[in-house]
């Protein structure tokens, strides 16, 4: 584990799993050159099957049983070796929390050489992805799509085309392995450079300063014909503020959120935090033209880090009959000011409303970052990570928050309770985006506002920690030991 990362909670009880048809996937890990936004990194981890990044997409429709086969063939010794595989956001029972894949809580790395087959529920539905979480080793590469269909989408009347070109990733690319990136960000306490890619489904294409002139990715559309777009954010650390050019009155409906439905909400612009995904449709009723797609990159001082350059990472919606060519507008930041209706997300509401339930326990969690970069704390306990982990130590037996090194912040919960996680409003608590694993959470209060909503809330499983303050509740139905992330915010 590193500073990027504090655990939470360890939930032990018994659950009886069910099964369904199965999907088949094989990922082979290996290392190998690849040039995205046209710096050839010498040094990078790939998903063989496609020799791209992002890695490719996993599909699945509602009720498959996901098996994954990794095989790990990983040969350079400057970057991480083992690997441990997350599917952020899908749910698993007991029986299989190890394939959850959060090293050292709920499972182990496992070492060049070797395979390992994961397997899901598959009773979800939406979008999610995939993404080594041992390290920072998906910022060399390991992260990828996954979409799960549901033949029966209560809102597929909302749209007509919702395949595998309509799936957009947005990420971040660095030129330097995460290993070079982890001991200079150790010395100097600054986050190396990175550059952004936008809009992709299968191929990661982006532009960075002083670098040659990538061609952007390209959305074709048809006239007249609406979209789901599934916007999937696999950054390592930035967040993006998107945007579709000509869409100054409206341009989407967010239809999902972290792979739950929503009540369809109008905007024309919206941020997307690493790990979030937002499904959007977009009706094709323009001229037939060229249009930017604005996918604005934030992640640090752009003063300093001249690839923060909007110019560097974006898309372009091309209708049937457009020239083969760049839109011909000016490239701008999208809607600004009076003309933007951006998401505020405490007015998304979820499409089957569940209220949050009164909480049993609180924890209180507090990042101060720019007081003292080492210092997070739970309930006033600083975060140290353990020596020995997490899972070694509930494998010997340890089953009570007692057993575990009070720095270590690990909180055992009986199973069926409520446990809401505040983070108190802080000028310095700026964008860290939580991730619960293993379980969605209710967002009580978002930091885009100060509305409480306990009545219907969206349910998700990412959500900024922003200066504003946030609130979350979940419930402790899905016993296992499971991890929760917070990034670094954007110095
Ligand atoms: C993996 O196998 C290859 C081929 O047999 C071998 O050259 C390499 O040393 C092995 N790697 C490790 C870490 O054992
Ligand atoms: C999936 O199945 C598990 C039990 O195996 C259940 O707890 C969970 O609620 C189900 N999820 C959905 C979305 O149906
Ligand atoms: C960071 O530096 C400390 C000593 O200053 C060292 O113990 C630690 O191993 C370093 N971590 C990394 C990732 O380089
Ligand atoms: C890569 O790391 C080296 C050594 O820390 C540093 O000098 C260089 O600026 C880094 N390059 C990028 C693109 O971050
Ligand atoms: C868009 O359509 C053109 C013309 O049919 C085709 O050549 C191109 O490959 C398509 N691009 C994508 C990303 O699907
Ligand atoms: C952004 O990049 C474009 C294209 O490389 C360049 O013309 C422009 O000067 C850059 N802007 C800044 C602020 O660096
Ligand atoms: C948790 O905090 C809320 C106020 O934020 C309070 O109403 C509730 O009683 C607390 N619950 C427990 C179990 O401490
Ligand atoms: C920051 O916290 C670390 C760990 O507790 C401590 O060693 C260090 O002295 C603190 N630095 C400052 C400037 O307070
Ligand atoms: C955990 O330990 C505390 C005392 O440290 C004790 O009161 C409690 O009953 C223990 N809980 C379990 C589940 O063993
Ligand atoms: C949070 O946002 C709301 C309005 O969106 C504002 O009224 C409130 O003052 C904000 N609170 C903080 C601590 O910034
Ligand atoms: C959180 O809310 C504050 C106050 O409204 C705002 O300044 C900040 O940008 C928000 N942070 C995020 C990550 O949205």
Known sequence: MNRFLSTLPVLLSLLNLVSAAQKSVTLDIVNAPIAPDGFMRIYCIRLSASCSFPGPVITAQKGDSLSVQVNNKLTDGSMRLSTSIDFDGLNFDTDNVYNEGSPFVTTCPFGPNTSYTYGAPGNQTGSYWYHSSLSLQYADGLRGALVIYDPEDPQKDLYDVDDESTIWTVADWWHNTSTVGLISYNLTQIIP????????????????????????????????????????????????????????????????????????????????????????????????????????????????????????????????GAPDQEPTTPMTLGPQGAAANALVESDLRPLFPTPAPEPDYNLTFVTNMPVNKTIWTINDIQYIPPNVPTLIQVLDGASN???FGLNENTFVFPRNKVIQITFPPDPDNELHPFTLHGQNFWLVKSNSSGLINTENPIRRNVAAAGSNGTILRFTTDQPGPWFSSQRLPHL
């Open 193 to 320: 450079f990175l550059t952004g890619l936008a809009v992709a489904s299968s191929k990661g294409r982006g532009r960075y300063n002083g670098g040659p002139a990538v061609p952007y990715a390209v959305q074709n559309v048809t006239k007249g014909t609406r979209y789901r777009f599934r916007l999937i954010n696999i950054s390592a650390r930035t967040f993006f503020t998107v945007s579709i050019d000509n869409r100054e009155s409206f341009f989407l409906y967010i239809i999902e959120a972290d792979g739950l439905p929503t009540q369809p909400h109008e905007v024309n612009v919206l941020d997307i935090m690493p790990g979030q995904r937002y499904s959007i449709v977009v009706t094709a009723d323009q001229p037939a033209d060229n249009y930017w797609i604005n996918t604005i990159l934030h992640g640090g001082n752009a003063a300093f880090n001249l690839n923060l350059n909007s110019t560097l990472g974006r898309g372009i919606l091309r209708y049937e």
């Open 401 to 403: 928050d007692s057993d």
